[in-house]
């Protein structure tokens, strides 16, 4: 029964496709607001307001590729919208970092995403999302303290856009066009 929904969840939502779809606009924001030549903080502050419009884009996403993102058919739709609520606990750790570090603020922010996409990986049986939650903040975090953050949101921009084409591979493979 539990495989069932979630099999069909996935297929319904597209494996949270146009949320995917939707962060690769917010880190290409990001990348522009990176290269800025304004002050740190404007810089930072700036970086949490690119993922504002996540939700409309979304939805505008959704719309185009015929997925309801606000379904309500399957239960398991609620817990999805659980798995990103804990996001919003985790970015008290990035406001934290805008004032503490505020350098490697795209650098955590960048760990943050990428974390938590790691229960999508089960709700969506998805290697994809996996791969991509561990391999976002791990190459964050080594190009973050190696290098600065419009290289880490580069990296981010084009992991997205990677992972946007396995997830729709994994979904040819489900049998949803």
């Known amino acids: ?23 690769v606009i917010i880190w290409l924001l990001i990348v ?8 740190m903080n404007m810089k930072n502050l700036l970086v949490f307001c690119c993922s504002c419009p996540l939700l409309p884009l979304s939805w505008l996403i959704g719309k185009l590729i015929k997925v309801d993102i606000f379904s309500k058919q399957n239960p398991l ?17 990035v406001m934290w970092v805008f004032s503490a570090v505020p350098e490697k603020m795209i650098m955590v922010y960048a760990m943050v995403f990428g ?15 996996t791969v991509a939650a561990i391999s976002i903040p791990m190459i964050s975090l080594i190009l973050g303290c190696a290098l600065n953050g419009t290289t880490v949101a580069v990296a981010a921009c084009i992991i997205e856009i990677v992972f946007a084409c396995v997830l729709h591979m994994e979904l040819k493979k489900m049998g949803d066009n």
């Open 77 to 93: 739709g609620q817990l999805g919208f659980i798995f990103t609520l804990n996001q919003m606990v985790y970015l008290l750790i």
């Open 1 to 23: 029964m539990m495989d069932k929904l979630r099999k069909e969840i996935a297929i319904q939502q597209k494996k949270g496709l146009p949320f995917i779809m939707a962060s």
């Open 115 to 129: 974390a938590h996409l790691f229960p999508y990986s089960w709700l969506y049986q998805s290697k994809g999302y």
């Open 32 to 39: 522009l607001v990176s290269i800025l030549d304004i002050n």
